[in-house]
C-alpha cells in the first residue's frame, strides 16, 4: 500500500539558511499534519491543513510557513534556522471523511533537519 | 497541554500479554481516546481509537473504563518487535490537533 512519502529524508543547513520540506500524503488522504520531534522528546504538533486550508495550529514558530497545494502535497518552509530547529520532522495525513469523525493518521518516515 | 497521563516505562516476557494503561480523567464526551506507537525514530504508527466501547483489531485491544477516565491497550502476545514508546492520546470528534504526551517506553524481553 503507499504511504506518506517525505522528502528530503536528511537534510543539512546552517544558521540563519532556509529550508523547505514536502510531503505527499497518501492518495485520496485531503488532510496532513506537521510535527516536529526533538531529540529525546516526543513529538510536536506544529500545524494541520484541510483541504488545501489551514485546520489547526500548534506551536510553530513564526520563522515557519506550510502550506497544502491543490494536489493535496504540503510543504513547510523554515526561515532564519537556529540550531534548537535540528530535529525529525515527520508529516503524516488523514482522510477526513468518516460519519464518525474519527481518522486515524499514517505519518512518513520523516525528515532529519541538521542546523549547524 | 496534554490530558492523559502514563506510566513512563513497562516490562513486558515475549509471548505475554502486554497491558498498558492510560489515564484520562478529564476526557470529555466527545473526545477519542488513540493509540500509537513509535519504533526508534520512527514515524509513529496508528494502533486503535475508541469513544465509548471497547475496541479490537489485528494489532490490539482497547479497554476504556465506563466512566471514560481511563483506558487499557493490550497486546494479547506480545514480541521483540514490539518494543517501542507507545502513547495514548485524546482528541475531540472531528478534531485535528494531535498532543502526544510522554508515552510509556515498553520493553519486551525474550
Known amino acids: 500500500a503507499a504511504g506518506v512519502i517525505q522528502s528530503p529524508r536528511h537534510l543539512i543547513k546552517e544558521k540563519r539558511e532556509t529550508a523547505t520540506l514536502k510531503c505527499y500524503p497518501i492518495?485520496?488522504?485531503?488532510?496532513v499534519y506537521w510535527y516536529q520531534q526533538g531529540p529525546g522528546q516526543d513529538p510536536q504538533f506544529l500545524i494541520s491543513f484541510y483541504e488545501k486550508m489551514q485546520s489547526d495550529k500548534g506551536s510553530i514558530p513564526d520563522r515557519f510557513s506550510a502550506q497544502q497545494f491543490s494536489d493535496y502535497h504540503s510543504e513547510l518552509n523554515m526561515s532564519s534556522l537556529e540550531l534548537g530547529d535540528s530535529a525529525l520532522y515527520f508529516c503524516?495525513?488523514?482522510?477526513?471523511?468518516?460519519?464518525?469523525?474519527?481518522?486515524?493518521?499514517?505519518f512518513g518516515p520523516g525528515t532529519r533537519l541538521t542546523v549547524t | 497541554d496534554a490530558k492523559t497521563t502514563q506510566p513512563p516505562s513497562m516490562d513486558c516476557a515475549e509471548g505475554r500479554a502486554a497491558n498498558l494503561p492510560c489515564n484520562h480523567s478529564t476526557i470529555s464526551g466527545n473526545e477519542y481516546v488513540y493509540w500509537y506507537r513509535q519504533i526508534h525514530s520512527q514515524g509513529p504508527q496508528y494502533i486503535i481509537h475508541?469513544?465509548?466501547n471497547n475496541e479490537t483489531n489485528e494489532m490490539a485491544s482497547l479497554i476504556i473504563t465506563e466512566d471514560r477516565k481511563s483506558s487499557t491497550l493490550i497486546l494479547p502476545h506480545a514480541t521483540l518487535r514490539d518494543t517501542a514508546v507507545y502513547y495514548c492520546?485524546?482528541?475531540?470528534?472531528?478534531?485535528?490537533?494531535?498532543?502526544f504526551g510522554a508515552g510509556t517506553r515498553l520493553f519486551v524481553k525474550a
Open positions: 492520546i485524546v482528541r475531540v470528534v472531528g478534531g485535528f490537533k494531535t498532543i
Open positions: 475508541g469513544l465509548k
Open positions: 492518495p485520496r488522504h485531503d488532510t
Open positions: 503524516a495525513s488523514s482522510s477526513y471523511r468518516q460519519v464518525e469523525g474519527a481518522y486515524e493518521q499514517y
